[in-house]
């Protein structure tokens, strides 16, 4: 084959990749590196599936945790409001969660006036729960 410009042989005088896939009945030969590169990246993709999976549940842990973080403070404020009041603690810090979180709520008055909220941040796969976050609140007594 003659020398093209962009494609030199080597020094040995061997052809390329590119040279021995067209002198070989044409597109026949490059079809088959397709395939065969298809296949490994057919392998690859499997390979790589669980990582992805597992970093997939780890972010939607990650996001379950930061939302039950969040809503523990406001359900800390929300009894801090009860108790400034004399109103129900436990029913005004489940009225801010949703139903899966009220599954590990404790809501405790302390002797200053303040209220801590305890609430269990539910696994993502499974029953169980992973940690549990607490939180204070404290509203000055209103009252007459």
Not at 7 to 24: K, N, T
Not at 44 to 69: F, R
């Amino acid at each position: 084959m003659r020398d093209r410009p962009g494609h030199p042989r080597s020094e040995s005088g061997d052809m390329s990749v590119e040279d021995v896939s067209r002198s070989q009945s044409g597109q026949a030969a490059v079809g088959k590196v397709s395939r065969s590169q298809s296949g490994q990246a057919a392998v690859e993709l499997v390979a790589v599936l669980p990582l992805v999976a597992l970093v997939a549940l780890a972010l939607w842990q990650l996001a379950v945790a930061g939302q039950a973080a969040w809503l523990s403070g406001a359900a800390a404020r929300a009894a801090a409001r009860a108790h400034a009041v004399d109103g129900d603690l436990a029913a005004a810090a489940r009225g801010v969660l949703p139903r899966r979180l009220e599954r590990g709520l404790r809501v405790r008055p302390r002797d200053d006036g303040s209220v801590d909220v305890h609430l269990a941040v539910p696994s993502v796969v499974g029953a169980r729960r992973i940690t549990t976050i607490r939180s204070r609140a404290r509203f000055e007594p209103q009252g007459p």
